[in-house]
């Protein structure tokens, strides 16, 4: 299935985990999994902590430190620092499905990631039984 998601910042971590539980109960799934793709060169997936969000100001805060915006790249749209964070963060996660439900850890949420944004963005899901 495909989604759009509208990002309202240059970065940031938006917990999609219902969207996809959504998706799962509307096509029926009991038992299978679950696949999360991102068709974008500057955006990307993650599982991580969806208790405090204190985790995910730090994980955007040390991307920043990490991969500064101002670096002398070479590509001239001059985002090369979110191409970088979309290719360490991955365009995909897969996630396994029981009983219907996806087999998330107590803490653990799916992410769409913006790293150039504000955008119009789009992910899909699909499954197998
Ligand atoms: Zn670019």
Redo the contacts with the bound molecule.
């Keep these: 299935m495909e989604h759009t998601i509208k990002t309202s910042k240059q970065d940031e971590m938006i917990d999609i985990t219902n969207i996809i539980q959504d998706d799962v109960r509307n096509c029926n799934i009991k038992d299978g999994m679950a696949i999360v793709f991102v068709p974008h ?2 955006a990307g997936i993650t599982i991580n902590e969806n208790a405090d969000p204190d985790v995910i100001y730090d994980m955007l805060a040390t991307f920043r430190k990490l991969i500064p915006e101002d670096e002398s790249y070479r ?1 001239l ?1 001059g ?2 620092h ?2 970088l964070k979309s290719s360490i963060i991955g365009s995909s996660c897969t996630i396994i499905i029981e009983n219907g439900r996806l087999k998330l850890g107590t803490w653990q949420g799916v992410y769409f990631c913006e790293f150039d944004g504000p955008r119009t963005r789009r992910f899909y899901t699909k499954f197998i039984e």
Excluded: L, M, R
Aim: glycine share 0%.
């Design positions: 060169t500057t590509h749209e985002n090369s979110a191409h």
